[in-house]
C-alpha cells in the first residue's frame, strides 16, 4: 500500500456467544415468567387407558416417581401422579374418580405436589390437594413451599417425656400418652372407634390438631367435624379424602396431613394428628400398586405398602431441638376383627402402643369399649409415678382374674369366701367398668385416678350402709 492512499480496513468479525451463554439467557427469561410454564412445557401423548390409569408417551426422560401431571382433552384438563417409569412410557393414576383420559390426549407434567401450609388453614377443611372443601374463601398459600419430607434425623429429634391428660379416663389410667407419641386404636367397623378418635381430638393440651378422615363415608365427615368435634374445630385442620374419591386421593391425603402437621411442629407447636384411618390408606396403596402391575405378597398386599407404612408414620413424633412435635393418634381397622392380619400387624410394630377396642365389651354396653387387658402404652413408665404404677398393676390383675372366672360364674360354680383375692375382684372389677364408662357429652376427667378412687369409695360405702 502506498502513502496517501486511504487504508482499507478488514470488516470486524462478530463474536457468536457460547451455547452455555444462550442457555444461561433463556434461564434468566424463564425465571422472569414463574416456572415457565408459559414458555416451556414438556410433555406426551396418552396411548392407553384402563378405568384407573393410563399411560402416556414422551415423558420418560424427564419425569419423576410422585410429579404432578396435567392431561387435557374433551373432559377438560385433569390431574394425575405419575406412579411408574418405563424406558418408553411413564404409568398416571388420575386424581379424579376414573381416568377420562382419551388415545392422544396431551400430558404435560407439572412436577412435584407442592404444599404451602398457612396459620388461617386452622378451622378450614381441604382436600388431598390443598383446596378449600367447606364453601369458606380460598386458602391462603404460605411462603414455605414443602414438596419433600422434613423428618428429624434419630440422633436429631428431641426425647419424649412428657405426659399430658386427654380427659378419657380409661385413656388416662391404662394407657397414658405423652406429647410426640404415637398410639394406634385398633378396631373393627362399628364398634367406636371414630367417636373415641373425636374425645382424644378435644384434648386441651395441643395448639393445634390436624384430622385426616381417609375413605369416611361422604355424609359422616360434615356429622363428624360439626358434632363430634365441634369447639375444637376453631384450632382444627381438617383433610378428607372420602371412600367415593380415586385411589389416589385416598393415598395422597396423609401425607398433605403430614406435611401441615409438621409445619406447624416447625414452628414450635404441639401438634396433634388424627388419622382415620391408615387401614384404608394402605388399601389405597394396594390399589395403586396392583394397578402398575405390582405382585402381591400378603393377602392381596404388594411389598410396598409395608415400604409405605414406615416412610409415613416415623414422621410423626418429637421434632428436632427447639422446635415442637407430632402427637399422632392412628387408627386401624382391623379387617374382620382380625388384630393379626398384614397391616394391623405391620402397623403395631411401628407405633409406640395400641388402644384394643373389643366388640363384646361394646355389646355389653361400655364406652369407650377400651380392652385395658390388650391395650399398651409403651411410654406409660414417663406418665405414671411409682404409686399410680403400682395400682395400674393391681387393677389389671384383678380384671383378669374376673374376666378369666367369668364362665365359672355363669355355672354357678362361685362360691365366695375360697378365693378372697376373686371376692374382691368380684365386688369391685363390675364398679370398676361403671367408673370407666364415658361419653363423649361427659366432662372430661382432670384427674382420673382420684375420680377412679371417689367412686369405688361412695358405691362400696353405700353397699356397706354408711
Keep these: 500500500m502506498t502513502s496517501g492512499q486511504p487504508s482499507i480496513r478488514a470488516p470486524e468479525r462478530q463474536v457468536q456467544p457460547a451455547p452455555e451463554d444462550r442457555l444461561a439467557a433463556l434461564e434468566r427469561v424463564i425465571r422472569r415468567f414463574g416456572n415457565g410454564d408459559g414458555l416451556v412445557k414438556r410433555g406426551g401423548l396418552v396411548t392407553e387407558v384402563t378405568p384407573t390409569h393410563y399411560k402416556v408417551r414422551g415423558l420418560s426422560d424427564f419425569a419423576r416417581l410422585g410429579d404432578i401431571v396435567e392431561q387435557r382433552g374433551q373432559a377438560g384438563a385433569r390431574r394425575g401422579e405419575i406412579v411408574k417409569i418405563s424406558r418408553d412410557e411413564v404409568v398416571v393414576a388420575p386424581f379424579e374418580r376414573s381416568a377420562d383420559a382419551g388415545i392422544g390426549d396431551a400430558v404435560f407434567r407439572r412436577g412435584p405436589l407442592a404444599v404451602a401450609p398457612h396459620g388461617s388453614w386452622r378451622g378450614r377443611t381441604i382436600d388431598a390437594l390443598t383446596r378449600a372443601i367447606d364453601g369458606g374463601p380460598p386458602l391462603i398459600r404460605g411462603d414455605d413451599l414443602s414438596d419433600g419430607v422434613t423428618t428429624p434425623g434419630a440422633m436429631a429429634r428431641q426425647r419424649v417425656g412428657t405426659a399430658f391428660m ?4 380409661v385413656i388416662d389410667i391404662f394407657t397414658p400418652l405423652c406429647f410426640g407419641q404415637r398410639m394406634g386404636v385398633f378396631a373393627g367397623s362399628g364398634v367406636g372407634k371414630s367417636t373415641l378418635l373425636a374425645m382424644l381430638a378435644g384434648a386441651d393440651a395441643f395448639d393445634t390438631v390436624v384430622v385426616a378422615l381417609i375413605g369416611e363415608r361422604g355424609r359422616e365427615v360434615r356429622e363428624f367435624l360439626e358434632d363430634t368435634i365441634g369447639d375444637s374445630m376453631a384450632k382444627t385442620v381438617a383433610v378428607v379424602a372420602t371412600s367415593d374419591e380415586s385411589a389416589m386421593m385416598r393415598r395422597r391425603a396423609p401425607d398433605t396431613a403430614m406435611r401441615v402437621a409438621e409445619h406447624f411442629r416447625d414452628q414450635g407447636q404441639r401438634v396433634l394428628l388424627v ?34 407404612l414406615p416412610k409415613l408414620l416415623e414422621r410423626a413424633g418429637p421434632g428436632a431441638e427447639g422446635k415442637g412435635s407430632i402427637t399422632a393418634i392412628i387408627s386401624v381397622l382391623v379387617d374382620g376383627d382380625d388384630h393379626n392380619d398384614p397391616v394391623a400387624d405391620s402397623v403395631r410394630g411401628i407405633l409406640d402402643g395400641h388402644v384394643v377396642l373389643d366388640r363384646a365389651i361394646a355389646e355389653q354396653g361400655r364406652y369407650p369399649p377400651v380392652n385395658p387387658l390388650s391395650s399398651i402404652s409403651r411410654l406409660a413408665g414417663k406418665a405414671w409415678s411409682a404409686e399410680q404404677r403400682a395400682l395400674v398393676t393391681r387393677l389389671k390383675s384383678m380384671i383378669s382374674r374376673f374376666e378369666d372366672t367369668r364362665d365359672i360364674r355363669l355355672l354357678g360354680a362361685y362360691q365366695g369366701g375360697v378365693d378372697a383375692e376373686l371376692d374382691i375382684a368380684v365386688r369391685q372389677v363390675p364398679l370398676i367398668y361403671e367408673a370407666l364408662t364415658q361419653s363423649p357429652r361427659d366432662r372430661p376427667s382432670t384427674d382420673p385416678f382420684s375420680d377412679l378412687a371417689r367412686h369405688l369409695k361412695g358405691k362400696l360405702n353405700a353397699e356397706s350402709g354408711d
Design 275 to 308: 388419622l382415620d384411618s391408615i387401614t384404608r390408606f394402605a388399601h389405597a396403596l394396594r390399589e395403586v400398586a396392583t394397578g402398575t402391575g405390582e405382585p402381591p405378597v400378603a393377602r392381596g398386599y404388594p411389598a410396598s405398602v409395608f415400604t409405605e
Design 166 to 169: 386427654t380427659g378419657v379416663k
